[in-house]
């Protein structure tokens, strides 16, 4: 098993934006990726940062996961909650976003597929859309 640590201060915040925020499910090795179930073998786990100085894991944590169809939805939900995006683009093999969990964590969303279900999002509104 492939296991991504992040060393925090804000362990109940932490886990309850990857589970209520970003929708990642949860069983007893840590937090699996949506789109994937209990018998993918990455998981996210968070851990109480005990050292007496500043945070060394803040903002080194870098990671990145798939999602199969909707692609913007997903991000507009996301974005609605609070999450910070650098980017979010569009390129001729899918979309790929950018984005910064509570401890300026980075992560990738990526997607290779167009489909959408929801014909209303008009991602060039979003200040951080870009097309290539």
């Known amino acids: 098993m492939i296991t ?3 060393s925090t201060r804000k362990l109940d915040e932490l ?3 990857y589970r209520n925020i970003m929708g990642f499910l949860e069983d007893d090795d840590g937090f699996f990726f ?3 179930d209990e018998s993918s073998n990455v998981r996210l786990c968070m851990q109480h940062d005990r050292s007496d100085g500043n945070n060394l894991s803040k903002g080194n944590v ?3 996961f798939s999602v199969e169809k909707d692609f913007l ?5 996301l974005m609605n909650q609070g999450v910070g995006f650098e980017v979010i683009g569009s390129h001729p093999g899918g979309y790929a976003a950018r984005a910064y969990d ?3 964590n980075k992560f990738e969303i990526e997607c290779d597929n167009f489909d959408e279900k929801s014909s209303s ?3 060039f509104e979003w200040a951080c859309y870009k097309r290539y």
């Open 34 to 36: 949506p789109g994937t």
């Open 15 to 17: 886990e309850n934006f």
């Open 121 to 123: 999002i008009d991602p």
């Open 4 to 6: 991504i640590i992040i």
């Open 102 to 104: 509570l401890e300026d």
């Open 62 to 64: 870098f990671f990145r």
């Open 73 to 77: 939805s997903y991000c507009k939900e």
